[in-house]
């Protein structure tokens, strides 16, 4: 079992930039994929990025390629997001979600804990 709580969202201005974070419970933390996905209103979950459990494999979705990045500190059992350059096509509800085994995906449907999610807001 994996509990996830997001901050760090908020309201800036286009071109600013972001980190977000996800804190992690539980001791297996090291052992799962993380994923960050985002939703904006009236439309469906978006893949942003993800990286493997060790941290050595991380894949963006084209939108935020170049321009976010995602890191993770198992001793800290937290993972991030950066976000520079954002848009305001940036805006959504960000989250963080967790899943076993060390095979990459951006199907929302492959991650089995999620956390609350975080509001990101870029006014232009």
């Known amino acids: 079992q994996v509990q996830l709580v997001e901050s760090g969202g908020g309201l800036v201005q286009a071109g600013g930039s972001l980190r977000l974070s996800c804190a992690a419970s539980?001791?297996?933390?090291?052992?799962?994929?993380m994923g960050w996905f985002r939703q904006a209103p009236g439309k469906e979950r978006e893949f942003v990025g993800s990286?493997?459990?060790?941290?050595?494999?991380?894949y963006y979705a084209d939108s935020v390629k170049g321009r976010f990045t995602i890191s993770r500190d198992n001793a800290e059992i937290t993972v991030y997001l950066q976000m520079k350059s954002l848009k305001p096509e940036d805006t959504a509800v960000y989250y963080c979600?967790?899943?076993?085994?060390?095979?990459?995906?951006?199907?929302?449907?492959?991650?089995?804990?999620w956390g609350q999610g975080t509001q990101v807001t870029v006014s232009s």
């Open positions: 979600a967790a899943k076993s085994g060390v095979y990459y995906s951006a199907s929302a449907g492959d991650y089995a804990y």
């Open positions: 539980g001791r297996t933390f090291s052992r799962y994929t």
């Open positions: 990286i493997s459990a060790s941290g050595g494999s991380i």
